[in-house]
């Protein structure tokens, strides 16, 4: 059994910053990469940013050159600093693990910016 456990979440003003973290715990053989999605209110989940096992990072057009995806010291953990935050930013984030046999989603945190 896997799971995802993220914090960070909050209410911060526009333009300003918050750090995501999520720690997947269990039983993995492979994790192939993690990452972040959100969903804003009447939308659909949409990828933010991933980071695969080797590094390699992908971010949505809309946040690039604002937020970071890392990986964490411990393993199986992943960051996402968000800088420059703007009230289209307001949505619940989850954490996405990507295995060998399955994926995996944390149970979502909000982040709210206000203008």
């Known amino acids: 059994q896997v799971q995802l456990v993220e914090s960070g979440g909050g209410s911060v003003q526009a333009g300003g910053s918050l750090r995501l973290s999520c720690a997947a715990s269990g039983t993995i053989l492979s994790m192939n990469a993690m990452g972040w999605y959100r969903r804003a209110p009447g939308n659909q989940r949409v990828l933010v940013a991933t980071i695969t096992s080797s590094g390699s990072t992908n971010y949505a057009d809309s946040v690039k050159g604002r937020f970071t995806i890392s990986r964490g010291n411990a393993k199986n953990t992943v960051q996402l600093q968000m800088n420059s935050l703007k009230p289209e930013d307001t949505a619940v984030y989850y954490c996405?693990?990507?295995?060998?046999?399955?994926?995996?989603w944390g149970q979502g945190t909000q982040v709210t910016v206000s203008s």
């Open positions: 996405k693990a990507v295995t060998f046999w399955n994926d995996y």
